[in-house]
């Protein structure tokens, strides 16, 4: 499957440990057709998030910002329908966990691809 195809096909991104989210900005403008989702354990950040999307200036941008989901939640239990996710990210997370807690993710990671 090519780039494009591979595009087209993703309709639901889950960015664990988004934090404020950058991450899940560049994957809403890489995936801009699909259902973004931003994961976070930091309410705060995710408030930011949710700020810095709606500064955004570019109005069609911002629109499709303003549309990404922010979940409050702990990564190892989502509470999200069982493979409901095309494409996932965890990045700068699990250098902060210990085993078990990385383990327990990478089992919801599992469940939700």
């Not at 976070?40 to 700020?51: R, V």
Request: charged share 25%.
């Amino acid at each position: 499957m090519d780039y494009e195809e591979s595009r087209s096909k993703t309709k639901r991104i889950l960015d664990i440990g988004c934090s404020v989210g950058i991450s899940t900005f560049y994957l809403s403008d890489a995936f801009p057709a699909a259902k973004m989702t931003g994961l976070d354990l930091s309410a705060y950040f995710l408030a930011i998030a949710s700020h810095r999307a709606s500064e955004t200036k570019d109005s069609a941008t911002r629109i499709r910002y303003e549309s990404i989901d922010w979940i409050h939640s702990q990564a190892e239990a989502t509470d999200l329908e069982t493979n409901s996710i095309d494409l996932l990210t965890a990045c700068y997370i699990f250098h902060e966990l210990p085993d078990a807690g990385a383990r327990d993710i990478i089992r919801e990671i599992y469940r939700l691809l």
